[in-house]
């Protein structure tokens, strides 16, 4: 299950975020999205598990916990859609 995690705070790095993750089950990716021109993070990322169920417990478990004095929010990720699609002509 891949999972959209927002309201991170800018200092935390991929391991972090698979290091919170992993205490929930075996994570098949963290990634912590970055802006392409300042390097710098932009607050949000997507995890990903192979076991739905320690998905679950992971969005139960972390969903509102403060991190870094953030409160992150974790939900089920949505397809990703192709953006031509998203076009208001």
Do not use: P
Not at 36 to 50: A, H, K, L, N, Y
């Amino acid at each position: 299950m891949n999972m959209y995690v927002s309201n991170l705070s800018f200092h935390t790095k991929d391991d972090d975020l698979r290091k919170l993750f992993e205490q929930f089950g075996a994570v098949s990716s963290a990634k912590v999205i970055n802006d392409r021109e300042t390097g710098r993070s932009r607050g949000f990322g997507f995890v990903e598990m192979d076991s739905d169920t320690e998905a679950q417990a992971a969005i139960k478990g972390l969903n509102n916990k403060e991190v870094e004095g953030r409160a992150m929010s974790v939900s089920v990720a949505r397809e990703k859609t192709n953006r031509s699609d998203n076009k208001r002509w």
